[in-house]
């Protein structure tokens, strides 16, 4: 009899504790919702596509716009450099590299990845942004700057452009290590049917490879997108930190911000329930915004696992 | 070169030429790709040296006694130390460990061993992995509307169960994968022995997945461990000692924040200290971690 | 030797004897033509193990040769040797000498890519490229060569399918995926595939293993006929079939050729007792 109470005992703590992952999503959204209900029936949706931001009270007026270009500027820049490298570093490891070199360096891709975001922070906000002013950020303002308008203003080494940068550094290690992933999925037999056809090592990976997991490697990417879109210490340590219609960047080397960014500085500080509405509603913006990205995400990356092995088993 | 017999026209001999044209290019392009990706390795290592490089190098400097037990001085002044950071940051990690490891397992566990083809389980394992991507920013307001408007003030307790939402759901993935793992045979065995399940999973199933499970949980509470953007909105960050549950407390990563934004050249020197004593403790989880799991090899990917 | 003593000493010996040992150098040259592929002290290597013990083989053209033996001998380690893609396993490397058309393969100038151009190979398991239509499957390799001119490729394509015996049964369904074929209709498509790159010598590893009776006997109908346009090597494990469609077999065991012949010597009249225990299904 006492053995029966202890097993409905333990079944009712692992139910328990499943339901309390339910829990935690029901919280997640009510403490969103609530939070930002006052700023939506004061402004509506035109809070998503304003670009004011006044705090003085009695003038309050929100409006969540330049944080959501901004947000995905930085992401776009890290993806356009994140993606590339990503890639490159997962068909070394995976098909260029003998496993006794590929091992140690899987690890430290591991490595990079368990690095806080904090840490990332200090280091770009007193390091890396003046390797990015003057290697990168100065040579393209003297060559660019009167020609092509993205490169108008004179570069500090904090804005979007260097928090682009550090974003890719942050997010390389995730995608590199879900598209090694995917790639130790594609059958050995793949490979050699393009190898005995004549292919280079490339083109193995193009024809045989890159085809079989595809939407794997969309999902990878895309991964690394939610990450990069969520990013909230490293960026406002770096990005400059403008409010209001300023913060609409016209140049990469333009102060920003993001959602996530604004409000990890204000929160402490907002000066007015309604002010409080309006930086939970952005975080509500980019709950929408990453949760949109993950969902298809781990659909592609789950799909093309899923239908790999059932197809090796064949 | 022969060419074949019954072809009207020399495809061996077009082919050939067709061959010889491109080859050049395409061994060309093979070693450009190449040259890339090696460029790509070194630049991905090249910052994971400069940061490791420069935390030593500029942090290893303000560490001393009273940098890991003091308060900080007067703002500027370069006195002090960082001591209520590291005790914020034990216990508020500690706590949510505390919470969050359990739970994660347990749930882990259900997911694993007990779950049936239905909603309840679908969605249980799909909002875990929607849970696994939340921005941090977002679980602060979380932990800020749930609990510091309900108890009326910054807490540990808001902080802790903040971190421990974002904790369990790598937990619980952690501990459903490394269950899978284990071959079904063991289960059977205990059935036929007549064993409850409840037994069968803490008494065969458990130990096997031990050490899998246990890198996962310490994985977790490194994330946790180095998370600022939830604790802005939950603990806080003062310059004073833990003084209870229900109220605020200092942490590492937020310390690091502020005194980064400080502009004075002491501060910035308390965030490279403060920044290394962080790494270690990181560090000395993982390789507590190393001889807690000694005995049998294991593999996790998250 | 004058001529007249060498070609007598020549018909004095067997077959077995004249395709196994080592040649005069006065016969390289002259045989260069009549032997296609001649392996010449070849090892192949896992790591330190040697798998493939100092093999000495000709091949001539336009015929069938068989490599048999029991699981383990060597024998696809041999072939995949032929094609250098033995050393694509890490840690695997292969020496000796492997002459095709008086070329040495294994030579330091030579590049790996473009042999492997011209000694097609067909693997166990078929494996066409799931992403791709039953057209760009065979155009595969026509393509990654760089080969732009559609009115070609298109010819190509049709002959290789007529050459594989598949063209009369998807001559009207080029545009479907190349999985949507049958097992052994899959395997037909790798060999066209193969044979679009108008190979000289085609390796097949047991390319009948994993398929229906009626698909292997179709293979095996194709191998005969395709003899007459390429030199075939083909594994296999299953000795009916190395009688039936070969016209020389070489019988390896724990990495060492042990007999090489005509089909016909070694089935009926195996000179070594080993192959004699192994034709007559004494082990193995």
């Known amino acids: 009899m006492r053995k029966k109470r202890g097993d409905r005992l333990f079944y009712g703590l692992v139910i328990g504790a499943a339901a309390y992952t339910l829990l935690m999503v029901g919280l997640v959204a009510f403490s969103v919702t609530r939070g930002s209900v006052d700023i939506f029936s004061a402004e509506g949706i035109s809070f998503v596509f304003q670009s004011n931001?006044?705090?003085?009270?009695?003038?309050?007026?929100?409006?969540?716009?330049?944080?959501?270009?901004?947000?995905?500027?930085?992401?776009?820049?890290?993806?356009?450099?994140?993606?590339?490298?990503?890639?490159?570093?997962?068909?070394?490891?995976?098909?260029?590299?003998?496993?006794?070199?590929?091992?140690?360096?899987?690890?430290?891709?591991?490595?990079?990845?368990?690095?806080?975001?904090?840490?990332?922070?200090?280091?770009?906000?007193?390091?890396?942004?003046?390797?990015?002013?003057?290697?990168?950020?100065?040579?393209?303002?003297?060559?660019?700057?009167?020609?092509?308008?993205?490169?108008?203003?004179?570069?500090?080494?904090?804005?979007?452009?260097?928090?682009?940068?550090?974003?890719?550094?942050m997010i390389i290690p995730i995608i590199s290590s879900i598209c090694r992933e995917v790639m130790r999925v594609v059958p050995d037999s793949q490979r050699e049917a393009a190898y005995s056809l004549g292919a280079t090592r490339w083109e193995t990976v193009r024809m045989a490879v890159f085809p079989y997991i595809k939407s794997g490697l969309v999902g990878a990417a895309m991964l690394g997108l939610g990450r990069a879109v969520g990013e909230t210490i490293l960026v406002t340590m770096i990005i400059g930190n403008v409010i209001g219609p300023g913060a609409i960047p016209t140049s990469f080397f333009s102060q920003g911000q993001t959602l996530a960014s604004l409000v990890a500085n204000e929160f402490n500080e907002a000066s007015s329930d309604l002010h409080l509405s309006a930086l939970i509603a952005l975080g509500a913006i980019l709950l929408v915004l990453t949760m949109g990205i993950n969902i298809v995400a781990r659909l592609l990356v789950k799909k093309k696992i899923k239908i790999s092995s059932g197809a090796k088993s064949q | 070169?022969?060419?074949?017999?019954?072809?009207?026209?020399?495809?061996?001999?077009?082919?050939?030429?067709?061959?010889?044209?491109?080859?050049?290019?395409?061994?060309?392009?093979?070693?450009?790709?190449?040259?890339?990706?090696?460029?790509?390795?070194?630049?991905?290592?090249?910052?994971?040296?400069?940061?490791?490089?420069?935390?030593?190098?500029?942090?290893?400097?303000?560490?001393?006694?009273?940098?890991?037990?003091?308060?900080?001085?007067?703002?500027?002044?370069?006195?002090?130390?960082?001591g209520p950071a590291i005790q914020g940051t034990i216990i508020v990690v500690g706590l949510a460990s505390l919470i969050g490891a359990p739970v994660g397992v347990l749930a882990g566990i259900y997911l694993s061993e007990f779950a049936k083809e239905g909603v309840f389980a679908n969605s249980v394992r799909f909002f875990n992995d929607v849970l696994t991507g939340l921005p941090s920013i977002v679980i602060g307001i979380v932990g800020y509307v749930i609990i510091v408007l309900a108890i009326g003030s910054f807490s540990v307790f808001a902080g802790a169960i903040s971190l421990s939402i974002i904790m369990i759901p790598i937990v619980v993935r952690v501990t459903e994968e490394t269950l899978k793992i284990v071959p079904f045979s063991l289960r059977e065995a205990g059935h036929s022995l007549g064993i409850s399940k409840a037994k069968i999973t803490l008494s065969i199933v458990l130990p096997s997945a031990k050490n899998g499970i246990l890198t996962g949980i310490v994985i977790a509470i490194s994330r946790i461990a180095g998370e600022t953007a939830p604790l802005i909105m939950t603990i806080l960050g003062t310059s004073l000692f833990f003084t209870g549950i229900t109220g605020p407390v200092d942490a590492l990563p937020l310390r690091i924040w502020r005194l980064a934004s400080q502009p004075y050249e002491s501060a910035h020197a308390f965030g490279w200290g403060s920044a290394l004593v962080l790494i270690l403790m990181i560090l000395a989880l993982s390789i507590g971690l190393r001889f807690l799991a000694q005995r049998r090899s294991f593999k996790v990917t998250i | 030797m004058a001529i007249e003593e060498t070609i007598e000493a020549d018909e004095a010996m067997t077959e077995g004897d004249r395709l196994t040992r080592k040649p005069t150098i006065k016969e390289s040259i002259e045989n260069t033509e009549k032997f296609k592929v001649r392996i010449e002290n070849v090892n192949g290597w896992y790591g330190g193990k040697r798998a493939i013990k100092d093999i000495n083989l000709n091949v001539r053209e336009k015929t069938v040769t068989a490599f048999i033996g029991p699981s383990g001998c060597g024998k696809t380690t041999l072939l995949r040797c032929l094609n250098r893609m033995h050393e694509m396993t890490p840690g695997a490397h292969a020496d000796g000498r492997v002459v095709v058309d008086g070329i040495d393969i294994y030579d330091k100038s030579i590049d790996p890519v473009v042999i492997r151009r011209r000694i097609g190979m067909v693997f166990q398991k078929p494996n066409p490229f799931p992403t791709m239509s039953i057209f760009d499957n065979v155009a595969a390799g026509l393509r990654l060569n760089g080969m732009r001119n559609k009115t070609i490729v298109k010819e190509i394509v049709e002959e290789s399918l007529k050459n594989a015996a598949l063209w009369e049964e998807v001559k009207n369904e080029l545009e479907k995926p190349g999985m949507s074929l049958s097992g052994g209709q899959q395997q037909r498509l790798c060999i066209a595939r193969a044979l679009a790159m108008q190979p000289e010598v085609l390796l097949m590893d047991e390319p009948t293993s994993s398929l229906d009776p009626i698909g292997s006997s179709k293979i095996e109908q194709l191998v005969r006929t395709l003899k007459d346009s390429v030199t075939i090597i083909i594994v296999t494990h299953n000795m009916q079939q190395a009688a039936r469609v070969s016209d020389f077999t070489a019988f390896m065991y724990l990495g060492d050729l042990i007999e090489y012949g005509s089909t016909n010597q070694i089935f009926m009249n195996p000179e070594k007792e080993l192959t004699e225990r192994y034709i007559s299904g004494k082990f193995g």
């Open chain 2, 1 to 82: 070169m022969t060419s074949y017999s019954n072809s009207n026209k020399n495809y061996s001999k077009i082919l050939h030429e067709t061959v010889n044209k491109n080859y050049k290019k395409r061994m060309i392009i093979n070693k450009l790709v190449t040259i890339f990706a090696i460029v790509c390795v070194i630049a991905a290592i090249i910052p994971l040296g400069s940061i490791l490089l420069e935390v030593v190098k500029n942090g290893a400097s303000a560490i001393s006694l009273e940098f890991l037990t003091q308060p900080q001085g007067s703002i500027g002044s370069g006195r002090g130390g960082v």
């Open chain 1, 53 to 169: 931001w006044n705090a003085v009270e009695g003038r309050e007026a929100f409006g969540a716009f330049p944080y959501i270009i901004g947000t995905l500027l930085s992401s776009a820049i890290a993806m356009a450099i994140g993606v590339p490298i990503s890639l490159a570093i997962a068909i070394f490891i995976s098909e260029i590299a003998p496993p006794r070199i590929g091992i140690p360096l899987s690890f430290i891709t591991e490595l990079l990845a368990a690095v806080p975001s904090i840490i990332y922070g200090l280091w770009a906000l007193f390091v890396f942004r003046f390797w990015v002013r003057d290697l990168i950020e100065k040579p393209l303002y003297d060559a660019f700057h009167g020609s092509i308008p993205f490169f108008a203003k004179t570069p500090f080494g904090l804005d979007i452009f260097t928090a682009g940068i550090v974003l890719a550094i």
